[in-house]
């Protein structure tokens, strides 16, 4: 058993080009579960409670088993590819976070 610790991957993202963004979404799901990527929510409906710091448009939320593997599937070469479709039809934040 691994000793690391999972990573989830935090996007909030404002889609400026619908149609492209489609195209982005269907290549990059497929990449995220070769690295054993699992999407927990994929702009699924909002409860905003608070919202001092950011307004938030749309989250994304995917957990890795690692921070490592997080690194693997961002800087591989069919995932940076796909990524320039999603920098060129989006705008947003876009966080790595280690987990417990």
């Not at 690295?35 to 710091?53: I, P």
């Not at 690194?71 to 705008?91: C, D, G, T």
């Not at 947003?92 to 417990?100: K, Q, T």
């Amino acid at each position: 058993m691994s000793d690391e610790k999972p990573a989830y991957v935090l996007v909030d993202v404002k889609i400026t080009n619908s149609e492209n963004y489609e195209r982005y979404k269907g290549l990059a799901k497929p990449l995220i579960e070769k690295f054993g990527g699992e999407y927990l929510t994929r702009g699924g409906k909002m409860d905003v409670v608070l919202d001092d710091l950011w307004k938030p448009t749309r989250i994304v939320l995917i957990k890795f088993s690692s921070m490592k593997i997080v690194r693997e599937w961002l800087e591989s070469p069919e995932y940076k590819e796909v990524a320039k479709i999603r920098l060129e039809n989006s705008v947003g934040n876009f966080i790595v976070l280690e987990g417990i």
